[in-house]
């Protein structure tokens, strides 16, 4: 069964300090990985999409990894602002184009 | 990066009346657009892909006489909830994608409210 997991669910941090949330995938076959960032009532938007052939891909202070042998994505985020109060969600894309998407981490920023 | 908007931001309707929701893409063709729907604390869940001059595809579940699709120009995708009841009051959002690149563009949402 094609599955999206994401951990955790939510998490609460200081601003300032860096946090990495973690995506599991059962997707085949892979075509990339996405990782999108919804505020509250708003659409996506996009961070970063990673390739199979792609270990890490950096956007400002998001940072994300690829195993895609164990099918496994990170997006780490350095130096956490308030701004940075959304929901992250993991998305695998499969090669005929479906998409199949995590339930998000929800993130809180507090000062 | 590509620009996508819809239209209304929110509405408010009564429950047996139909609202119509536009999705624009505003600065590139979009042969294909995506509507999806979101409730309280969960994910996007996809309703339907829309391609430009045929008929759109529905997911499992998804009414097709309920939730109209109509993608009438390479920019302009339109869903209409007919006689919408209270339980379909959700978050739309609708994407689109450039012809040849893997990037999807989100539109900011549509809240619809239905009393």
């Known amino acids: 069964k094609n599955q999206v997991e994401q951990s955790p669910q939510s998490l609460i941090i200081l601003e300032g300090k860096n946090c990495t949330l973690q995506?599991?995938?059962?997707?085949?076959?892979?075509?990339?990985l996405r990782w999108y960032k919804q505020d509250t009532g708003r659409g996506p938007v996009s961070l970063t999409i990673?390739?199979?052939s792609e270990n890490t891909k950096s956007n400002g202070r998001y940072t994300a990894t690829l195993d895609a042998d164990t099918k496994q994505s990170s997006l780490h985020i350095t130096a956490s602002q308030l701004s940075d109060s959304a929901s992250y969600i993991c998305?695998?894309?499969?090669?005929?184009?479906?998409?199949?998407w995590g339930a998000g981490t929800k993130l809180i920023i507090k000062p | 990066g590509a620009v996508v908007s819809q239209h209304p931001s929110r509405v408010i309707c009564k429950s047996g009346t139909s609202v119509k929701i536009e999705c624009r893409s505003l600065?590139?063709?979009?042969?294909?657009m995506f509507w999806y729907r979101q409730f309280p604390k969960q994910s996007l869940m996809l309703m339907a892909t829309?391609?430009?001059?045929?008929?759109?595809?529905?997911e499992q579940g998804v009414e097709k006489d309920k939730f109209l699709i109509n993608h009438a120009s390479l920019t302009l995708s339109t869903l209409t909830v007919t006689s919408a009841h209270p339980e379909d009051s959700s978050f739309y959002i609708c994407?689109?994608?450039?012809?040849?690149?893997?990037?999807?563009?989100f539109g900011p949402g549509t809240r619809l409210t239905v009393t």
């Open positions: 994407s689109a994608e450039e012809p040849g690149l893997i990037e999807q563009y």
């Open positions: 600065d590139f063709q979009a042969t294909t």
């Open positions: 829309s391609n430009e001059g045929s008929k759109a595809t529905y």
């Open positions: 995506c599991n995938y059962t997707v085949s076959p892979f075509s990339n």
């Open positions: 990673m390739t199979f």
């Open positions: 998305v695998v894309r499969r090669s005929n184009y479906q998409l199949i």
